[in-house]
Nanobody, 122 residues
Framework: QVQLVESGGGLVQAGGSLRLSCAVS????????MAWYRQAPGKERELVAV???????DYADSLRGRFTISRDDVKKTVYLQMNSLKPEDTGVYYC????????????????WGQGTQVTVSS
């Protein structure tokens, strides 16, 4: 059984910073990428940042330069450092493991965390 548990969300003033963590419990044999998504009230879920198996990263164009995704394979944790936060960054942030396999012969699937709320006040 694999679980993704996000933490680090909260209330912060505009211009502030937060670091989100996504701890992976259970054993994943391999995965294509780990990513952060967010969903603002009344909007669709959108990709924030992705770190691929090989370590390459990519970001939503509007967030490039303010957000940084990283991974600690020993701790099995993915981080999202968010700086210069704006009110429009408010939303629920979700961790995603894409194309994860529990064994070499197992089919791949995506796993999601339960989300952590980020609220940026103006």
């Amino acid at each position: 059984q694999v679980q993704l548990v996000e933490s680090g969300g909260g209330l912060v003033q505009a211009g502030g910073s937060l670091r989100l963590s996504c701890a992976v419990s259970g054993s994943i044999f391999s995965f294509d990428a780990m990513a952060w998504y967010r969903q603002a009230p009344g909007k669709e879920r959108e990709l924030v940042a992705v770190i691929r198996n090989g370590g390459n990263t990519d970001y939503a164009d509007s967030l490039r330069g303010r957000f940084t995704i990283s991974r600690d394979d020993v701790k099995k944790t993915v981080y999202l450092q968010m700086n210069s936060l704006k009110p429009e960054d408010t939303g629920v942030y979700y961790c995603n493991a894409a194309g994860a396999r529990l064994a070499w012969w197992a089919p791949s699937k995506d796993y999601w965390g339960q989300g952590t709320q980020v609220t940026v006040s103006s």
